[in-house]
């Protein structure tokens, strides 16, 4: 299973950016599919989460509003739209995969329940 993240970039306060991740390996549409964020010095993060069987999402509130998180199944896809970004927002950001999302909790935020991460991109917001 491979996870890539890309899109990450240094961006002025108030811009967006987009995320992908592209994953290989795995049943895209069976698992939940996260996105964390960890900044220097920083525990690793929730950002955002969907499962896709039920079109369930999930965000954190410092995030809630700004990101959106959304997918293509055809292309084994995930995205997260990052819109109104601050520089509280700069972090490396990770996507991540839940394989037993059809019997897990929901939302399934912790980092721990995720088997499989990408290899990060970093964003930068200026002031």
């Known amino acids: 299973v491979q996870l890539q993240a890309s899109g990450g970039g240094l961006v002025q306060a108030g811009g967006s950016l987009r995320l992908s991740c592209v994953a290989s390996?795995?049943?895209?549409?069976?698992?939940?599919m996260g996105w964390f964020r960890q900044a220097p010095g920083k525990e690793r993060e929730f950002v955002a989460v969907?499962?896709?069987?039920?079109?369930?999402?999930f965000y954190s509130d410092s995030v809630n509003g700004r990101f959106t998180i959304s997918g293509d199944s055809t292309k084994n896809a995930m995205y997260l739209q990052m819109n109104g970004l601050k520089p509280e927002d700069t972090a490396v950001y990770y996507c991540?995969?839940?394989?037993?999302?059809?019997?897990?909790?929901?939302?399934?935020?912790?980092?721990?329940?995720?088997?499989?991460w990408g290899q990060g991109t970093q964003v930068t917001v200026s002031s």
């Open positions: 991540a995969a839940d394989p037993k999302s059809s019997i897990r909790a929901w939302p399934p935020t912790h980092p721990d329940v995720y088997n499989y």
């Open positions: 390996g795995l049943t895209f549409s069976r698992y939940n």
């Open positions: 969907v499962n896709w069987t039920t079109g369930r999402t």
